[in-house]
């Protein structure tokens, strides 16, 4: 059998879609990994440079974006964060599948230059289910609680641009990771993906 | 929740591929059922009509195919076999998945006529594995082995008019079967069958 690259898979899901919970179910398997991003931040107390991210100086960011080097990026408040190119095909080239969290903006840029990345929006059943969860984890403001509220209203008018939706159930991440795991195996089975099917089938002896 | 309609499951696959054993691990499932051909061919004892098959004169037949009434038809040693729409609709309606079972040409007409059909075609490993499997059965002639390998070949040609290919290695029918279940699990998911995502959000409380 000859060596197959990883996919690269692009979550992104609203506040209360239980993102965190069903990625960090998916990256037990080893098949699953994060990349190391890059940050213009300073590094916190215990953070290393090239394992919790890669530490640039401003100048150092631009200068990657310019040379196209990252698959994306977005600037929030005030510090560049982004996937450095080289670090998520080292992933693929390993055979691993890439997850990457990333809003909807940057999505749809990863898919626009990375058009075999696999997009999903991750959603929670319902719009009265996400608020239920905003509030009862009783950590934030009203106010930030409306503003995540009226960004998902943004966010689902792009679900149309992903490759699939999947619904995250009250207690039921492992379903769902469940979901996506099935897709990640479809996916590879789907036949854009197999290159030329008839010359490795009568070429090949197993 | 609202209901779903079931996805239609058309599987090809040449002669040695193992579709016999994958398609009964499935059906096994009760998401997943056949529906009830039409044939012009004779009852053999104990076949009953509307059970095994639904048994019509060619006349009445060729007046379904006119009013196009069959999802798909072939002929074969003098007599028609087909897929009536309406069995089909019925089991789709029941939320229930369809398999078919029928071969290249047919496939790509159901997909023209029912482009939401997930079309998978079944490969063994190998043409060599396949040659091996077909002499190691000892039951047909070197002269049909060779038709049907030659068939192959020419099978294999339209695996890019299919949506996915499926590798059934030699003792995993189980591993193929579960790869066919994520395929379906996946297609659920896409985005394409989904319909208002924004709409049934906002306005469904669960």
Redesign the interface.
């Known amino acids: 059998m000859e060596h197959k690259n990883g996919l690269l898979i692009v979550v992104s899901g609203p506040a209360g879609s239980g993102k965190g919970t069903v990625l960090s179910d998916l990256i037990k398997d080893k098949n699953y990994r994060y990349s190391v991003s890059a940050t213009t931040r300073a590094p916190r107390p215990g953070e290393v440079d090239g394992v919790n991210y890669h530490f640039l100086t401003r100048e150092a960011f631009e200068a990657r974006i310019e040379k196209g080097e990252m698959l994306e990026w977005t600037e929030y408040c005030g510090n560049y964060y982004g996937t450095p190119k080289k670090e998520a095909e080292e992933v693929l080239a390993s055979g691993c599948n890439l997850l990457l969290e990333i809003e909807v903006e940057g999505a749809c840029n990863v898919k626009k230059v990375y058009p075999q990345a696999v997009t999903?929006?991750l959603?929670p059943?319902?719009?009265?289910?996400q608020e239920a969860r905003l509030r009862g984890r009783g950590t934030e403001s009203e106010e930030k609680i409306l503003a995540r509220l009226a960004q998902t209203?943004n966010e689902?008018?792009h679900?149309?641009d992903?490759?699939?939706?999947?619904y995250n159930?009250d207690g039921m991440a492992d379903k769902t990771a469940e979901?996506i795991?099935?897709?990640v195996?479809?996916?590879e089975?789907?036949?854009r993906r197999?290159g030329d099917?008839?010359g490795?089938?009568?070429g090949?002896?197993?």
Do not use: N
């Open positions: 999903i929006m959603l059943p319902s719009f009265a289910v209203k689902i008018t679900v149309g992903y490759d699939y939706v999947v159930h979901d795991r099935a897709i195996r479809a996916e089975c789907a036949v197999q099917v008839a490795s089938y009568f090949s002896a197993e």
